[in-house]
């Protein structure tokens, strides 16, 4: 039987960059929690590309999510630099929603992940995670 910590594959040699799997690891699970949530992603996805978006527009593109939900979501995400808040001082008043820098910088991350899970889901389904074939 092959243990767990064989089929573990571990991170390379240091690049001089200081981390170590532990680092890593840790590094990762902040940033999957600042992404957690049912409906973030989709919020990102559709701010992508430098879109400013109104609640209304995401209401209606995310038809899904209550508005209490949306509201919830675009307030930790702006508490957590990945969203920005646009008032205009107008009447009557105007709010749009758009990626920080630090948001968008989340494009090819994410887009890695997508084209991953990709290539996951069109994987022989007859292996398991180790690659030998199941009966």
């Keep these: 039987m092959t243990r767990t910590h064989e ?3 571990y991170l390379p040699e240091s690049k001089g960059d200081g981390l170590t799997p532990t680092s890593a ?3 990762v699970e902040q ?3 600042i992404l957690e949530g049912r409906w973030k992603l989709v ?3 559709h701010l992508f ?3 400013l978006l109104r609640f209304s527009d995401l209401e209606r593109a995310i038809p899904a999510i209550s508005q209490k939900m949306l509201i919830q979501q ?3 995400m702006e508490k957590d630099g990945i969203v920005r808040r646009i008032v205009h001082h107008q009447v009557p008043p105007k709010v749009e929603y758009g990626l920080t820098a630090w948001g968008q910088a989340l494009c090819p991350a994410l887009d890695a992940l ?3 899970a990709a290539e996951r889901e069109f994987a022989d ?3 398991d995670l180790d690659g030998t074939a199941s009966r």
């Design 7 to 9: 089929k573990v594959g």
């Design 25 to 27: 690891a840790h590094g």
């Design 31 to 33: 940033a999957l929690k």
């Design 49 to 51: 590309g430098g879109k």
């Design 74 to 76: 675009l307030r930790q």
């Design 125 to 127: 389904d007859t292996k």
């Design 43 to 45: 919020i990102l996805f």
């Design 114 to 116: 997508l084209t991953w």
